[in-house]
């Protein structure tokens, strides 16, 4: 079973069982000793797992880690876990301790259901107070599998995943805000769009009004994205750089309407490694970086399939989506797979880098 599909197994696992679940150890067991399982690593292996390791800190003996995983004899990751209803950021505290008390890299903090990862980007050998990275099992993102198979036993390489913390860390925090706004946009939010669009007074019955209109406005955008793709992609670029006005779709009381700006630059060449490949149309960022892959005998059919989000496949033996709905615009690849290439040029980047990452390599590989 590929890797994505037995995370994904193991989240709906624990949808169906956390019902049953009334103690702590129950969890571990359940749900939490799986996930470990999930990563390579044998739970009955003692060079590999340890559950209840001791760290002793300080006059302070007998400190117990409910798991430290092993790699070459040293500690590489604590987890401390809690009963699936608890709130895991009661917690950090005490992981913050462990974390003092051993030489490993990385902490996790679960419940079996959310994993909070920390590390000492910050000061060294100090957990920082907040996680780098956090996600449910049972509601993972693409993104978030990909980023979860570097700690498997084959993968894991300090140094590479510490490379990306600090990015994990901004990428996370903006999503928390973005959330945040989302359901409940603050004054200084609603205050950004409104100057551009409405040239009077920024009265708090002004704000009001739009702020509601402002919600509705996002939150479509968000759910609509199908449409946003469609647009871009029947745009056809000029031969070089120009404006081009497209009207705001957010219109205020009086009636004005505003527009925007918006840079489109044709994109003629990709870099693969250090290689440079010519590029007529966006499709052809994914194509070009498949067929790379395909030579390199990275790309095969026991890949497959390969996601890009919950219900759609990038690359698969048959042009069909998990729903199974069709690709929308599939392109056959040179060792007989199908690749969906109906994407924006943002999103056929995106997906150009995720393919990448997907067959072993860094998604910055891809330069544009």
């Known amino acids: 079973m590929e890797f994505a599909d037995k995370i994904r197994a193991l989240g709906d696992k624990v949808t169906r069982l956390k019902g049953t679940i009334g103690t702590e150890e129950a969890t571990k067991t359940a749900l939490i000793m799986p996930f470990i399982v999930a990563l390579d690593y044998d739970v009955f292996d003692p060079l590999e797992v340890i559950p209840e390791f001791i760290a002793d800190l300080g006059i302070k003996k007998g400190e117990k880690i409910d798991y430290c995983i092993l790699k070459d004899s040293k500690p590489i990751i604590i987890i401390e876990c809690k009963h699936w209803r608890d709130n895991l950021k009661d917690h950090d505290n005490q992981l913050h301790r462990y974390f003092y008390a051993t030489s490993a890299k990385f902490a996790v903090l679960t419940n079996g259901i959310r994993y909070r990862f920390f590390t000492d980007s910050e000061s060294t050998n100090k957990m920082d107070n907040k996680p780098f990275w956090e996600f449910e099992i049972n509601n993972l993102s693409d993104t978030d599998i990909i980023e979860l198979e570097n700690y498997r036993k084959s993968n894991f390489d300090v140094g590479q995943i510490f ?206």
Not at 229 to 252: G, L, R
Not at 303 to 325: A, E, F, M, Q, Y
């Open 163 to 368: 490379s990306t913390v600090l990015d994990l860390k901004i990428s996370n925090r903006v999503r928390q805000l973005m959330k945040k706004e989302l359901n409940d946009p603050s004054g200084e939010f609603v205050k950004f769009f409104v100057r551009q669009i409405y040239s009077g007074a920024l009265t708090k019955r002004i704000i009001d009004q739009y702020k509601g209109i402002i919600k509705k406005s996002l939150n479509q955008l968000m759910s609509e994205p199908t449409q946003d793709k469609t647009a871009v992609e029947t745009y056809k670029p000029p031969q070089e750089t120009q404006s081009v006005k497209v009207k705001n779709p957010v219109m205020v009381e009086a009636g004005r309407k505003a527009a925007i700006t918006i840079k489109k630059t044709k994109i003629n060449q990709i870099e693969i490694g250090n290689k440079g490949y010519p590029i007529a149309k966006s499709f052809e960022i994914l194509t070009t970086t498949a067929e790379w892959l395909i030579s390199n005998g990275s790309l095969r059919e026991t890949n497959c399939p390969i996601p890009t989000g919950r219900k759609r496949n990038l690359v698969h033996t048959s042009p069909k989506h998990r729903d199974n709905g069709h690709f929308v615009a599939p392109r056959t690849l040179s060792n007989g797979l199908y690749i969906e290439t109906h994407f924006s040029t943002t999103g056929c980047i995106k997906n150009a880098r995720r393919l990448l990452e997907s067959c072993g390599h860094q998604g910055q590989l891809l330069k544009v």
